[in-house]
Each structure stands twice: as structure tokens, then as C-alpha cells.
């Protein structure tokens, strides 16, 4: 079988343009990232919510650029083919346009990644135009926006309200004027949504957007049920994998104890 070839912004983009759904996973792993390409999925997203689901975080707010190049260096090793997307985490890009340039530009270089994320909207534009302007291709990200969490006064739908839908729509086009070919919807209703998404050239992905989105992303962990603390309303679990996984450890825990593991056959003579 002929290998598929690495995707790309325009192949996105056609994907886009033909109507066809793009589907992207959130995740932070060598294993998981494999399992993605094998089925197909269209990107990856190594998010900085590796601080919550990996690291037993209470935020994203902690993370480090360290942490987010090593992460993602094993997610390409899974998934050489696939589209990924960094997450810049907090205040690595914030400072100033320089300092953005410098930090997204060291992502590119050192994980073989295509693309960065950014939270903000209007606030951001410049430092999206720099970096577009200089070859680094930029994901927007607004609505729900977790780096801004102490802001927002915690997880909420934002854009219910008339005065948030009017700034979602300046953040949009702001984004998409800088040069942002992507933008993450988060967490805001979906009829706005689907306007944004239909008075555009650029991708738009939901989560917690509803349908009319180019895409979707869940995490993971999120939709193999590994995550339990947290079930926002937006996320759909196709397995109850931390079920299964403690059945399984229970089985070999039990198993050791009676000495029925290992056995004859999983055992080296002399």
C-alpha cells in the first residue's frame, strides 16, 4: 500500500472548500498520536490541556514551551503524517510580537510541527500578523478560551450575551485579516457558529459549537472516557476506557496475588 502523503494547509483548505468535515484530536503521546494516523484523522492538536489531563493540573496556566516541544517531538514520532497544531502556552507569546516570533519559531524548528495555536482575538492581531508575515502559520482561538480562565470567572459559553457576540465577531475577523488560516470556536452558541464559519475563507474547528463548524476536536482522553473528573456537556465518549483499564489491572492484580501470572507458558526455562 502507497504511503499517504504528509497533509497540509491546502489540503485543509480543500477540504473546506468541498464541504468535507476535518476531524481533529487533542492529545499529547507517541501511542495515542499513532492511533490517530492509523484511522485517519485529519490533525492533531497538542494542547496545552496536557496540564489538566496529563499532568493532574487544576489549569493550562502552568505549562511550559519545554514541556509543550517534548510532548509534541513524541506526537510526530506516532503520527508522521498527520497535521499537527502546538498550543503556545501561557505567556510565551504574549509579551510582545518579538518574543511570540521567537518562542513560535523555536516550536517549528525543534518538534517538526506545521502550526501554532494562540488564544485572543483583537489583542493578538499584530502578533498573528507578524508571525504569518514571516512563514509560521497560525491558529486562532476564541470563545472559551482557557488561558484566559481567571478572566471568564471559569469554564462558561461565552457569546450568549450581545456584547460577547459582537466582540467574537471583531476577534474573528481580526484573526483572519492577520493571516490566521484556522480558528478554534470554543464554547459559544452555535448559530454563531455557523455564521462566522459561512462568512469566512478561513477553517473554523468546534468545540462546543455545534455542527456547522469546517471540523470538530475532542481530546483523547476525553473521548475514550480515560478523563472522568470533568464531562463538559460538549463532549461525546465513544469508550468508557478507564473502566476497562481498571478491570484489566484488577485481573493482573488478582491474578499475581493467586499465583496464577505468569505461567509456564510466559515463563523462561533453562
Do not use: W
Request: with cysteine.
Amino acid at each position: 500500500m502507497a504511503q499517504i502523503a504528509k497533509k497540509t494547509i491546502r489540503y485543509l483548505q480543500g477540504k473546506k472548500e468541498k464541504g468535507e468535515k476535518i476531524t481533529m484530536v487533542s492529545t499529547y503521546d507517541y501511542i495515542s498520536a499513532k492511533l490517530c494516523e492509523e484511522v485517519g484523522i485529519d490533525c492533531i492538536l497538542v494542547g496545552d490541556s496536557l496540564g489538566m489531563v496529563f499532568q493532574g493540573l487544576d489549569s493550562t496556566l502552568p505549562v511550559t514551551l519545554e514541556e509543550m516541544i517534548y510532548h509534541t517531538k513524541a506526537v510526530r514520532r506516532g503520527a508522521p503524517r498527520t497535521f499537527i497544531i502546538v498550543d503556545m502556552p501561557f505567556m510565551s507569546y504574549q509579551e510582545s510580537p518579538e518574543v511570540a516570533l521567537r518562542n513560535c519559531g523555536r516550536v517549528l524548528k525543534e518538534t517538526g510541527a506545521q502550526a501554532v495555536k494562540l488564544e485572543g482575538g483583537e489583542e493578538i492581531a499584530q502578533t498573528v500578523e507578524k508571525l504569518t508575515s514571516l512563514g509560521i502559520p497560525v491558529v486562532g482561538h476564541i470563545g472559551f478560551t482557557p488561558q484566559f480562565i481567571h478572566s471568564l470567572s471559569g469554564p462558561r459559553v461565552v457569546g450568549k450575551l450581545q456584547s460577547e457576540a459582537q466582540k467574537l465577531r471583531k476577534d474573528f475577523k481580526a484573526l483572519e485579516s492577520a493571516g490566521a488560516f484556522m480558528i478554534v470556536l470554543e464554547s459559544i452558541p452555535r448559530e454563531l457558529a455557523k455564521e462566522l464559519t459561512e462568512s469566512s475563507s478561513a477553517i473554523t474547528i468546534g468545540i462546543g459549537a455545534g455542527k456547522f463548524c469546517d471540523g470538530q476536536v475532542l481530546v483523547f482522553h476525553d473521548l475514550v472516557g480515560l478523563y472522568e473528573e470533568i464531562k463538559p456537556r460538549f463532549v461525546r465518549r465513544y469508550l468508557e476506557g478507564a473502566k476497562l483499564f481498571r478491570e484489566a489491572l484488577h485481573k493482573f492484580k488478582i491474578e499475581v496475588e493467586e499465583g496464577l501470572f505468569p505461567s509456564e507458558e510466559e515463563s523462561y526455562g533453562a
